[in-house]
């Protein structure tokens, strides 16, 4: 199972947490990952963490904004967003991915249902 939790609604400039709890997998071997999704859109990758050497993977749009961290609470992840955008207003999942690696994904995946990021300007 995957939960997401810590979306909402934040101004243009400003921070934003997401917090994704897993639970009920041998979670050592699974990458954990955020992803987004605009109206209309693909879903794409945000920032993902390793599982075996915790290494970091993050898009392009968001490097030197967004930092993906294990939190202090067991098969937690964190997504820190700073300097929040316009266009980072998306629905943001989070992923339990099979591949144990970066973002990569595979028909080993868990899902969370997804939490609405909303910036206003």
């Known amino acids: 199972q995957v939960v997401e939790s810590g979306g909402g609604l934040v101004q243009a400039g400003g921070s934003l947490s997401l917090s994704c709890a897993a639970s009920?997998?041998?979670?050592?071997?699974?990458?954990i990952g955020w992803f987004r999704q605009h109206p209309g859109k693909k879903r794409e990758a945000v920032a993902c963490?390793?599982?075996?050497?915790?290494?970091?993977f993050y898009a392009d749009s968001v490097k030197g904004r967004f930092t993906i961290s294990r939190g202090n609470v067991e098969n937690t992840v964190i997504l820190q967003m700073n300097s929040v955008k316009a266009d980072d207003t998306a629905v943001y999942y989070c992923?339990?991915?099979?591949?144990?690696?970066?973002?990569?994904?595979?028909?080993?995946?868990?899902w969370g249902q997804g939490t609405q990021v909303t910036v206003s300007s």
């Open positions: 009920g997998y041998a979670l050592q071997y699974y990458a």
């Open positions: 992923g339990a991915l099979g591949s144990g690696v970066g973002c990569s994904e595979s028909p080993h995946d868990y």
């Open positions: 963490i390793s599982s075996s050497d915790g290494s970091t």
